[in-house]
């Protein structure tokens, strides 16, 4: 028999009603919100059998559907974070399919309801955002395009909880206010996370071709004022990988996939870091580098460095990339798996060139030969992080295979 646990925990109080562990779990798993439930244990304790019943009885406190009409029942992660946070899922739906709904619409249905902020849909903020705190809003969120994004509004049934206050200083701590540059990363980040199903598939490349063409012809570069660097290498070979998969050059939309056919290559740069460590994040964007050779690539990288450390980057400067480079081996770092800027479909990171010990097979690759050998190369590893809505493990790999026959086609 079911006992009563001797003293609520807060997770048990969502709403005011106190629930039993058991009653709490599953609660979760059917996606019931306790807040609506009437407990009739002891001193009014909610018990796995009224969770039961509001389930089974359609009251107020399911948030799903049961088995029965499993067209339109939520995911269950979905029902577990509305259950936890006593969000009702069908005035959440508005009419829509339960099983439409997903985490990030509970998300925005607590912050609002919380008094927070929704989560915002783009990933970085403008240039000059970091300087002042982040301003709260509760009345949507501003995309890129200068275009009011809807808010998704909490239902009224569902008990406001308090916001739990900041929790006091202790000794030796200090507070540093959110910059509206972290503000916005962190929030569209996460936004992307939830949004978009990652996968992220590594390559090793030869850089030995890259690098021995880049030493011929760095002076003639040089004397048209060009600074031919390693990046402009990067953009020119994943302009080839989106003509080889143009869905990876793409945005995901509930009626289809809409294919880009300009190539837009967005470069993540890292801001300085402060007195703390923390820094900050640009996406200048190389517009339209399929129409571009490598001379037009490497003054684009110029100018929009060049820009980017005086401080003149521009809206324009940063807006409609079709697709991201990350070049995280700048800093020595290897391997990463770096997040999707959405609503793009993919974002290729790069790691440190660094000499390797390779085996350089002079027959089948996977056979013995007695002319193989093993010869220290230049190596560099590529993470390409993509939309598994869009790109599946084949696809994405294809994209990845020509990325690196460009890379190694070079002499």
């Known amino acids: 028999a079911e006992t009563a646990a001797p003293a609520a925990t807060p997770a048990a109080e969502s709403g005011g009603a106190k629930a039993s562990p058991v009653a709490q779990r599953v609660a979760a798993d059917m996606g019931v919100a306790l807040g609506g439930v009437a407990g009739t244990g002891p001193g009014g304790q909610i018990t796995k059998t009224d969770v039961l019943a509001a389930a089974s009885k359609g009251r107020p406190g399911a948030a799903g559907a049961l088995p029965g009409a499993l067209s339109n029942v939520a995911n269950a ?10 969000i009702e899922l ?12 997903t985490r990030y619409d509970v998300m925005n249905a607590v912050a609002q309801r919380d008094g927070g902020q929704a989560v915002q849909a783009t990933y970085l903020a403008p240039a000059g955002w970091n300087s002042a705190p982040a301003a709260p809003s509760t009345s949507g969120t501003q995309a890129s395009s200068g275009k009011q994004a809807p808010a998704t509004t909490a239902p009224t049934t569902a008990s406001a909880a308090p916001k739990a206050p900041a ?10 206010k959110h ?25 090793d490349v030869n850089m030995s ?14 004397a048209a004022g060009v600074n031919l660097t390693v990046t402009a290498y990067f953009v020119a070979a994943i302009v080839e990988g989106l003509k080889a998969v143009p869905a990876a050059n793409a945005t995901w939309t509930d009626e289809g996939v809409i294919i880009k056919r300009t190539y837009n290559i967005g470069m993540a740069a890292a801001l300085p870091m ?33 820009k980017a450390r005086s401080g003149k980057l521009g809206q324009d400067d940063l807006a409609d990339g079709t697709f991201t480079l990350s070049n995280y081996g700048t800093s020595g770092s290897r391997f990463q798996t770096p997040v999707i800027v959405q609503p793009q479909v993919g974002i290729l990171g790069v790691g440190a060139v660094e000499k390797r010990p390779v085996i350089v097979s002079q027959g089948h690759p996977l056979e013995a030969n007695s002319g193989d050998y093993m010869a220290w190369l ?32 070079w002499a």
């Open 179 to 203: 910059t509206r540059m972290r503000a916005a990363i962190a929030k569209n980040t996460a936004s992307s996370l939830f949004t978009a199903p990652h996968v992220t598939t590594m390559w």
């Open 378 to 409: 230049p190596m560099t590893t590529l993470g390409f992080s993509y939309d598994h809505r869009v790109l599946d493990g084949a696809t994405a790999d294809a994209f990845c295979a020509a990325v690196k026959k460009a890379l190694e086609s």
């Open 274 to 306: 402060d007195q703390y460590g923390m820094g900050g994040l640009i996406v200048p964007v190389i517009k339209n580098a399929g129409d571009l050779n490598l001379m037009g690539i490497a003054k684009q990288v110029n100018e929009l460095a060049d």
């Open 209 to 222: 071709g890259v690098l021995a063409h880049r030493k011929a012809q760095k002076k003639e570069f040089a």
């Open 77 to 86: 992660s979905v029902r577990r974070l509305a259950a936890l946070n006593n």
């Open 90 to 101: 069908e005035p959440l739906a508005a009419g829509r399919p339960l099983s439409a709904l």
């Open 167 to 176: 929790g006091a200083l202790q000794p030796g701590e200090e507070l540093i």
